[in-house]
RNA sequence: GCCGGUGUGAUGGAAUUGGUAGACGUGACGGACUCAAAAUCCGUUGGGCUAAUCCCCCGUGUGGGUUCGAGUCCCACCACCGGCACCA
């Protein structure tokens, strides 16, 4: 009989779907084990093989952990508000809802024809009023608790897609998404207190299992500096604090420099004699995109202007300084004012041998600070021109200088991060909407939360607008409310959330995606959380990743989830690549769809070649030969069924090798390399066709690699009797026994070096002792050759291994 | 510039973490089966030297080092990839 996958596949995709083989119950005496993989975006393109990676690698676990008898929630879900859908819905005048539906539909079609073992009665869509209610509930629980705010500020405005973007979604000033250059707009904006958790979000990272480099790119992201808030009195009066992260070079402050933004510049406009070419440059500044910002920091070339009229006095040693402002001083990060020690600072000395700045020595020990910063800041510099702080090095000066500033009350430690608050409002239609009433009496009030859902009107234009409002703004009936405190007339919030609300406690929705009176109920969120596993891309660790770190800490902060952190161990997979070695893209037409793979050779051998493709960690380049060679093995498994020995035991000559690929392939499933896993199970094939292969053989077999290829294991396991004889399909079975005493043959081959090269290998009996194995290398001739006349000086004997016989010519 | 990672046959990639480098797959070559091809099965396949699948020598980006022994550890360098970047 042939290996028809296309009759195979659909059979058992049936059967698992009728016989709910995959559902889980909250709540069981097994251990529970939750794996999460990233649900998708339901694009219109469909499934790429970029998803089918992570999914194949979290349904090997998953159904690797129901054979070691975990109670497993395997959940999958719709990330479904977005752009993509809303653009799509404008061209082709369909709703978004309807085509957000059918991209759906689709999805989960492609996703059962690849056989996962997902609870399909726990999906969740994002865009469901059932669960965005949830989603705002949530909103109004950071706003009672004053994490949510709204502000005008200056935002990152995305030309393109004609809405604020997030810091995090600006990469290179550029949009993320859409490659439009973003300008920078003064916009009123709702804004999420990440900064509150900055602390605990580096901090708890260090309970996590979370591979190397997710956390520190979460760390960098926040960045996290330690050092000094010092106060300068202007020549006005005023206060100028400014950061920095060496107070000790404190007298070596000959200048400061203020950002073009800072309230002082328009706050003095009286006094200074040169207000107009001020003017000009803060207008330049202003009119810089992010883009052109960070072409131009990539240069270095500084720019500034004096503010004449008014000085600044180092209060170390009541020196008058001039004040400059310059864009290299960036108002949204310390106080946006700093001293600047050109001595000592790289982009303080260029500033400073620009503008022709006084540059004095405040720590010695490196180069002529005329021509070159010395920045070191351990123990190599010492303090000098620095009265009380001379002699001390820079680690000793910089507490010294401390306490000083905390004594004089001019100034204390302060820590700084580089994370900023979290811009929530987009001006777009396809999102959830903000639950919040604008009354001219109250102010800002939220929506009482037996109100929500605040569902989404239906409009007839989702046209962004031009003005930066968002499409729901013309939705007179809907805008005009009531104010929910004084019953006067009010007006709604028009702005609705970034597609990362959804998708900061999803996985939360899938302990208990049907409860209507809470999140989830308080014994589904004990019992399951936190997540065990969760698999996804690196692209989300400093959006996704750290989004949804900060909404679950708020959420444990205020009694609602029971952990901390809402995943314990997170990983991360490779992209997939085009045939070659290039990024899969439409334009280039390297595309590779899983439709056609699986048409051709079926899902199993799709999983088994994308398991196979390489270090799961790494990229893959797609290789169409490569997955023949997986075919060809799915073939050969098939094919061996027919020539079995008729016996239920291990045979002989295959027992050993059985019980090392049992742990072999347990282990490397734990570990992520599912590729050696393969390899294992492809070397174990060989050698049953070399050996010939018994029926107790050929069930071990089925059974490891039914998490790979799990249609045909079933069905083979069906065929061949071993499903009614054991009880139940082969992903109910127990993951085969591993016996360690079974894996030890009576002999073993060992290395035979001599001087530390490889001259022989010999067979031995197990744990032969030094002088059996000496004996038995000085009988291979090879070996005699290489000793012969030599005096032997050390035998190095690594048991079961490696012998090496140290020699040394005779004298 | 800073942080992280990678570099192994023709090729995708293995290597129990310091112990026989190249598992497994692809490709190539040879054989069996076939009228033939495909499929399948069985061999061979790092380089040099060679009549030889005898020997011997070389070989994991480059140059040093530690060690009985290094793809693996240390130092310096080169190349590529990813992240961050005027963050005081």
Same mark, same amino acid.
Request: a neutral charge.
């Given at each position: ?218 760390? %960098? ?8 808030? @010092? ?57 810089? #995109? ?100 001379? *002699? ?6 910089? !507490? ?32 959830? !909407? ?10 800002? @009030? ?127 997979? *490779? ?19 899983? %439709? ?17 493709? *390489? ?7 797609? #290789? ?12 050969? @498994? ?17 027992? #050993? ?131 012969? *006349? ?9 048991? %079961? ?11």
């Amino acid at each position: 009989m042939k290996y028809d996958f296309a009759s195979i596949e659909p059979k058992w995709q049936a059967k698992w779907q009728q016989e709910k083989t995959f559902a889980t119950e909250t709540g069981s005496g097994k251990p529970k084990f939750y794996g999460l993989v990233e649900f998708p975006y339901p694009s219109g393109q469909g499934l790429h093989v970029g998803h089918a990676r992570p999914y194949t690698a979290m349904d090997v676990v998953a159904r690797k952990k129901r054979m070691d008898g975990y109670n497993v929630l395997f959940p999958m879900g719709y990330d479904a508000f977005g752009l993509p859908t809303e653009n799509y819905a404008i061209k082709n005048h369909i709703h978004p809802a309807k085509v957000t539906h059918d991209n759906i539909e689709n999805f989960t079609k492609q996703l059962k024809m690849l056989g996962y073992s997902f609870d399909w009665d726990r999906v969740v869509n994002t865009t469901d009023p059932e669960y965005y209610k949830w989603t705002q509930w949530i909103f109004l629980q950071l706003y009672k608790k004053g994490l949510a705010y709204k502000t005008t500020m200056p935002v990152n405005w995305c030309t393109s897609c004609k809405c604020v973007l997030a810091n995090e979604e600006v990469v290179d000033g550029v949009c993320e998404r859409c490659g439009a250059p973003v300008v920078r707009r003064e916009k009123s904006q709702w804004m999420l207190k990440i900064t509150e958790y900055a602390q605990r979000l580096i901090d708890d990272l260090d309970e996590l299992d979370f591979i190397e480099r997710v956390k520190t790119q979460q760390k %960098n992201w926040i960045g996290r500096s330690t050092g000094a808030e @010092v106060t300068f009195k202007a020549t006005t009066g005023d206060d100028i604090v400014v950061f920095t992260t060496r107070p000790d070079t404190l007298f070596g402050a000959t200048y400061m420099v203020i950002s073009p933004e800072h309230r002082y510049v328009k706050q003095w406009a009286d006094k200074l004699e040169n207000l107009s070419t001020v003017e000009e440059y803060v207008a330049a500044a202003a009119r810089k #995109s992010d883009f052109e910002r960070t072409e131009l920091a990539a240069d270095k070339e500084k720019t500034g202007v004096e503010l004449r009229g008014v000085r600044a006095v180092n209060p170390v040693n009541g020196r008058e300084i001039p004040i400059f402002i310059s864009d290299y001083v960036l108002s949204s990060y310390g106080t946006g004012a700093i001293m600047a020690v050109p001595a000592h600072d790289t982009r303080d000395w260029a500033f400073a041998k620009k503008f022709g700045c006084e540059i004095i020595e405040v720590v010695a020990g490196g180069e002529d600070v005329q021509k070159q910063a010395f920045t070191a800041k351990d123990d190599t510099g010492v303090l000098v021109n620095s009265e009380f702080l001379n *002699g001390l090095t820079v680690k000793q000066a910089i !507490p010294a200088i401390t306490k000083w500033l905390e004594e004089k009350g001019i100034g204390h430690e302060q820590v700084n991060y580089k994370l900023r608050d979290w811009v929530f409002s987009r001006q777009r239609y396809w999102g959830e !909407p903000i639950p919040m009433v604008w009354c001219d009496k109250c102010g800002w @009030v939220p929506l009482p939360e037996e109100q929500l859902p605040l569902l989404l009107p239906e409009v007839d234009s989702y046209e962004p607008t031009d003005t930066g409002e968002s499409p729901l703004s013309k939705m007179a009936d809907w805008v005009n409310t009531t104010c929910p405190h004084c019953g006067a007339p009010a007006r709604r919030e028009t702005d609705t959330m970034p597609q990362w609300a959804g998708s900061s406690w999803y996985f939360l929705r899938y302990m208990d995606p049907h409860n209507k009176q809470a999140l989830a109920s308080r014994q589904a969120l004990d019992y399951w959380s936190p997540v065990d596993w969760y698999n996804g891309g690196m692209e989300h660790t400093t959006l996704h990743l750290l989004y949804s770190r900060f909404w679950h800490k708020f959420l444990y902060d205020i009694g609602v989830v029971p952990t901390k952190e809402p995943y314990h161990k997170r990983t991360s997979h *490779g992209m997939i690549l085009g045939e070659g070695g290039e990024k899969m893209s439409k334009s280039r037409g390297n595309v590779v769809n899983p %439709n056609d793979v699986v048409a051709e050779f079926g899902a199993d051998t799709m999983r088994l070649y994308i398991m196979f493709i *390489g270090d799961f960690e790494k990229a893959a380049a797609w #290789s169409a030969k490569a997955v023949k060679g997986c075919k060809r093995f799915l073939d050969r @498994v098939w094919n061996l069924s027919e020539q079995l020995a008729d016996s239920g035991a291990y045979s002989a000559a295959n027992e #050993s090798a059985i019980h090392k690929t049992i742990k072999k392939v347990a282990d490397d499933i734990e570990a992520m390399k599912f590729n050696t896993a393969i390899a294992a199970l492809m070397a174990l094939v060989n050698d049953f066709y070399a050996n010939g292969c018994s029926r107790g053989d050929y069930a071990a077999v089925l059974l490891m690699l039914s998490p790979f290829a799990p249609h045909m294991a079933e069905e083979l396991w069906e065929s061949l009797g071993f499903a009614a004889q054991r009880g139940g399909q082969a992903c109910q079975q127990a993951w085969p026994a591993y016996d360690a005493s079974k894996t030890v043959a009576a002999e073993v081959n060992m290395a035979v070096q001599v001087g530390g090269k490889l001259r022989a290998t010999i067979t031995v009996p197990l744990d032969s002792e030094q002088d059996a194995v000496v004996a038995e290398a000085m009988k291979d001739p090879k070996v005699r050759k290489f000793t012969e *006349g030599m005096e032997t000086v050390k035998v190095i004997l690594v048991k %079961n291994k490696l012998v090496n016989l140290i020699v040394r010519s005779k004298k």
